[in-house]
């Protein structure tokens, strides 16, 4: 345990609005102990003159980085979705542990430079190219707990439990042979995955039955107890073809087959949740769910837009998440979530809060449903979190100048990764001038991988 740790901001974005001379005091686990505006500086030590909480990306597939921009090349019918999925599949035949375990840690590094502080893995490639267990059955699990060791993000850990391949039970395609797990073979997987944990500080796990698609209700409710107080994700109504497939199956959409069917609350968490119509998007805002968007990916993929103003506005909560990692950045996830409204409703600031930028509601917003979709019991820069902080680079020329209030709109709708500076986890400063400090190493890890698996 380190002791005792004191750091100050100038200012620092805090629950309720932007704080002045803030002292931050953290135990030696890295848990903030106390935040104090308007406070003396003294010997802590000096974060910046901007400091912002740390945000989740609570939707992550982290091998599919090493994929990103693969498939944008036009084939021979219609492209889809489920054309990208095919080169999935053809790529994932390549991947052995140590290739994952590489690609996760640049994923886990490049988040940490954007401004993302604990990576919610949604995690389904589980066993060897045959589609057999590996010896130890979490041994994918336990790649991606030490690409979070390496590079000290955050991590909730969330094992995939993927057993058939459309409604009803149908049986798994070839394709989805390194996914595949029965009830029985996925708590083993759950019990190894807890082992690699043990030991990283800070570390949760929940479980993520894949999608409607891919598990049946009758084995969700299976697995729930698994789950223990963690969060409990999945993939719902993300494409057109998911909600017809499911209306043929059993006359119900995915949402509202999903809420009917399982006792969804606040630990869990809807992602893309894209196709609803205006009575799901209620009843899932009052549920409790977090929705878990990626935007960027959403749109590289074709799935449509989400009904972010109707959700908001009956309450709903969402986080935000990188999920394909086309693209990994903050900054760029968000702008593109209020973008999407703009375009399909020729408005400006349509997500914004009273009394606050649209940059600035969104990020707030994100970061505490993100907290929630990970399993933290309180989010932002207050007693009780992770001392996370991301330091703005003030001399940025998208930030310089600006009044305090307008810097978060301004990195979000102007700026990106390269305006964070500095990204604290816990109190240990891991990207220091916009630089991961492993990031050469982490690069050339990657790049070698890489070099092995393209043909
Ligand atoms: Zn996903």
Redesign the pocket.
């Known amino acids: 345990m380190d002791p005792v740790r004191q750091f100050f901001a100038d200012n620092a974005l805090l629950p309720h609005g932007w704080g002045r001379d803030v002292l931050f005091t953290v135990d030696g686990s890295g848990l903030l102990t106390d935040v104090s505006a308007g406070a003396e500086r003294g010997a802590a030590r000096h974060l910046g003159r901007l400091v912002v909480p740390g945000m989740a990306n609570l939707?992550s597939?982290a091998f599919q980085r090493a994929m990103a921009g693969l498939a944008e090349q036009r084939g021979d019918s219609a492209d889809s979705f489920w054309t990208w999925r095919r080169t999935l599949y053809d790529f994932l035949d390549r991947l052995t542990p140590d290739d994952v375990e590489a690609i996760a840690a640049l994923v886990c590094s490049e988040m940490l430079e954007a401004g993302f502080t604990t990576l919610g893995e949604?995690h389904y490639l589980h066993h060897d190219p045959a589609g057999r267990p590996y010896d130890d059955i979490g041994e994918m699990a336990g790649r991606i707990a030490a690409a979070a060791a390496a590079t000290g993000i955050g991590l909730t850990l969330l094992p995939v439990f993927y057993a058939h391949g459309g409604f009803g039970g149908a049986p798994p395609t070839d394709g989805q042979r390194r996914f595949i797990n029965d009830p029985d073979g996925f708590a083993r997987l759950v019990e190894s995955a807890g082992q690699h944990l043990d030991g990283l500080a800070g570390a949760r796990m929940g479980i993520a039955p894949h999608s409607l698609r891919a598990a049946t209700v009758e084995e969700i409710g299976r697995i729930l107890p698994l789950a223990g107080d963690g969060p409990v994700h999945i993939?719902v109504a993300e494409q057109t073809q998911e909600v017809e497939d499911c209306l043929s199956w059993c006359g119900r959409r995915p949402v509202e087959y999903l809420l009917d069917s399982l006792p969804v609350d606040a630990r869990w968490c809807a992602?893309h949740a894209t196709h609803m119509t205006p009575a799901e998007t209620g009843a899932l805002a009052r549920s409790g769910a977090v929705a878990g968007l990626c935007p960027e990916t959403e749109a590289n993929l074709g799935d449509g837009l989400f009904d972010a103003p109707r959700f908001l506005a009956a309450g709903g909560r969402f986080g935000i998440g990188s999920?394909s990692h086309i693209h990994i950045g903050l900054a760029e996830e968000l702008r593109l979530l209020e973008y999407g409204q703009r375009l399909s409703l020729r408005g400006r600031n349509l997500l914004c809060d009273p009394g606050a930028g649209t940059g600035e509601s969104l990020f707030r917003a994100a970061v505490s449903g993100g907290a929630r979709a990970v399993g933290q019991p309180v989010d932002g820069l207050q007693a009780g979190q992770r001392a996370d902080f991301v330091v703005l680079d003030e001399s940025h020329p998208s930030l310089a100048g600006r009044p305090v209030e307008r810097m978060v709109d301004s990195w979000i709708f102007a700026g990106d990764r390269s305006c964070v500076r500095d990204v604290h986890v816990a109190g240990r400063r891991v990207v220091a001038d916009g630089r991961h400090l492993a990031r050469d190493l982490i690069r050339s890890g990657y790049a070698r991988v890489m070099a092995g698996i393209i043909r």
């Open positions: 939707h597939h949604f993939h992602i999920d």
